[in-house]
């Protein structure tokens, strides 16, 4: 799939609601939240429906993996900067789902909703962040390595404030 840049959508809210439901219908009772640019109002993004799974421990993992796989997420990454990450890939705008499993309370985890909750808090950011995404897009000639490295900076930036 090319990478792409979309503006915000309001229906990702819908979106991730459902996909939440599913995920603790399959799953069990277990801390989610809806992260990375569909979670912030007004961000544009590559339109992926981004949600973060927190457990106790690395031992859960392997069984919510397994039970994951039957609703549909089948590429597993096993894991890389204290989170698995786990996707399933479809061609429909705004389908694309990623989980991020990773342990409550741990940097993984702080920093994806640090990050999450700064932009929501500061909307002049937000549109600054917007237009820093579309032009590192332009940068990397939609290279989706090129693109995140980029990115990364900036949040690695930001984390820097935590």
């Given at each position: 799939?090319?990478?792409?840049?979309?503006?915000y959508n309001k229906r990702v809210k819908e979106k991730?609601?459902?996909?939440?439901?599913?995920?603790?219908?399959?799953?069990?009772?277990?801390?989610?939240?809806?992260?990375?640019?569909?979670?912030?109002?007004?961000?544009g993004g590559k339109g992926i429906v981004d949600i973060?799974?927190?457990?106790?421990?690395?031992?859960?993992?392997?069984?919510?993996?397994?039970?994951?796989?039957?609703?549909?997420?089948?590429?597993?990454?096993?894991?890389?900067?204290?989170?698995?990450?786990?996707?399933?890939?479809?061609?429909?705008?705004?389908?694309?789902?990623?989980?991020?499993?990773?342990?409550?309370?741990?940097?993984?985890?702080?920093?994806?909703?640090?990050?999450?909750?700064?932009?929501?808090?500061?909307?002049?950011?937000?549109?600054?962040?917007?237009?820093?995404?579309?032009?590192?897009?332009?940068?990397?000639?939609?290279?989706?390595?090129?693109?995140?490295?980029?990115?990364?900076?900036y949040i690695n930036k930001i984390l820097k404030n935590?």
């Amino acid at each position: 799939m090319k990478l792409k840049i979309n503006p915000y959508n309001k229906r990702v809210k819908e979106k991730f609601q459902k996909e939440k439901n599913r995920i603790l219908r399959t799953i069990g009772n277990f801390e989610i939240h809806h992260i990375g640019s569909t979670a912030v109002p007004g961000l544009g993004g590559k339109g992926i429906v981004d949600i973060l799974i927190g457990i106790d421990n690395w031992n859960q993992a392997k069984e919510i993996i397994e039970k994951l796989k039957k609703i549909g997420f089948f590429h597993v990454h096993l894991k890389e900067k204290g989170r698995i990450f786990l996707s399933k890939d479809t061609s429909l705008f705004f389908s694309n789902v990623h989980i991020h499993i990773v342990i409550k309370q741990s940097k993984a985890c702080k920093d994806l909703l640090f990050f999450r909750d700064y932009l929501r808090k500061n909307k002049k950011e937000v549109k600054n962040y917007y237009k820093l995404k579309v032009k590192w897009l332009k940068e990397s000639r939609a290279n989706r390595e090129k693109y995140n490295k980029l990115k990364s900076k900036y949040i690695n930036k930001i984390l820097k404030n935590q």
